[in-house]
């Protein structure tokens, strides 16, 4: 039971536990924010509109396997966005970095996640986090047919997770049958010759990959997995190859937020993966992994909450990545 009174929180904070820190940290962040109600849950498509908007989660898993949570963390949500960072692992560690690379580049958009844009000159998607990238990601993702393409798709989040997840079906075919957007996009893509295969087939598994459904504990496990240098934490199983990783935590310091990135990277300092459900994972490398599920979206489509315990954590424990000695203290 964490104490609740403000000097017994500052005396928390400054405990020479790391463990007792984080603890004190979210418990506070939690009781802190869970009044503020700016934003907007997403509603382009029923079944997130339909979310409790107050739902507000905090897990963080650490790279010894320590999990800490507060609030609603047994509360299921769908990826969405959030799964892109993970289809490029699959990707770089199943087809190599030169073949990925030729078909998404590492540029931040400046624009929406849903933008109907491609990269100047290349006609590539600008990077594999908003959705341009994350379809030809999904186009490129190897095996026999659609089932064996979703299961070794699920298989991989599986290990980053410590078991496989559920696919959130409701979402799932509203998803695919919403998708004027992403069907342009693809369309725009295979204009260009940079979509090949089955069109819809590709979509689906896109749509497949957005709809797993995780809570924050499992979510704060897959980021505390890109943390411990690509091995799970909790099960001590290799998810992703330190090569690959590199490149994701990459992608994710400079274009996890969609057309918020700089700022992100400004002032928090972390990799980092959004949703349109309002999940929302942060990763420290050598250090944590951080889930907040929160639904209400801020213009970008991430998550208020989401972003705000991320600042705070960030400034409290010290995890800016260009931080000075001043502020490197409080995890070591
Ligand atoms: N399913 C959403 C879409 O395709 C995912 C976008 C997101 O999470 N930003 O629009």
Request: with cysteine; hydrophobic share 35%.
């Given at each position: 039971m964490i104490p609740t009174q403000k000097t017994d929180r500052t005396i928390l904070l400054r405990s020479s536990r790391p463990s007792i820190r984080i603890l004190a940290a979210i418990n506070d962040l939690h009781a802190e924010l869970s009044g503020n109600t700016e934003g907007e849950v997403a509603a382009y498509i029923p079944e997130l509109a339909r979310v409790d908007p107050g739902t507000f989660a905090i897990s963080v898993v650490t790279c010894e396997g320590e999990v800490f949570s507060v609030g609603d963390a047994d509360t299921g949500f769908t990826l969405q966005s959030i799964a892109n960072p993970f289809m490029y692992g699959m990707a770089l560690d199943q087809l190599g970095r030169s073949a990925v690379e030729r078909a998404v580049g590492v540029e931040p958009t400046g624009n929406p996640y849903h933008a109907v844009v491609l990269e100047r000159g290349t006609n590539r998607p600008m990077n594999p986090l908003v959705n341009a990238g994350a379809i030809a990601i999904a186009g490129l993702l190897p095996g026999h047919d659609p089932t064996d393409r979703l299961n070794r798709a699920l298989e991989a989040i599986a290990l980053h997770i410590g078991e496989r997840p559920a696919i959130d079906m409701g979402v799932f075919i509203s998803e695919s049958s919403t998708a004027d957007r992403n069907r342009a996009i693809a369309y725009l893509m295979r204009n260009f010759g940079r979509l090949g295969g089955d069109l819809d087939e590709t979509l689906d598994l896109y749509f497949q990959m957005c709809s797993i459904t995780v809570n924050t504990v499992q979510l704060a496990t897959m980021a505390a997995?890109?943390?411990?240098?690509?091995?799970?934490?909790?099960?001590?199983?290799?998810?992703?190859?330190?090569?690959?990783?590199?490149?994701?935590?990459?992608?994710?310091?400079?274009?996890?937020?969609?057309?918020q990135s700089g700022r992100w990277a400004y002032r928090v300092g972390i990799p980092a993966k959004s949703g349109v459900s309002g999940g929302f994972m942060a990763v420290v490398p050598g250090r944590l992994g951080v889930a907040v599920y929160s639904p209400r979206l801020n213009t970008g489509?991430?998550?208020?909450?989401?972003?705000?315990?991320?600042?705070?954590?960030?400034?409290?424990?010290?995890?800016?990545?260009?931080?000075?000695?001043?502020?490197?203290?409080?995890?070591?």
């Open positions: 997995t890109l943390a411990n240098a690509g091995v799970n934490p909790r099960t001590s199983t290799r998810a992703i190859s330190p090569v690959s990783l590199r490149d994701v935590l990459t992608v994710m310091f400079t274009c996890g937020l969609y057309e489509g991430n998550s208020v909450r989401g972003i705000r315990v991320c600042e705070a954590l960030s400034t409290q424990l010290g995890l800016h990545v260009f931080r000075n000695a001043e502020q490197r203290r409080t995890l070591e």
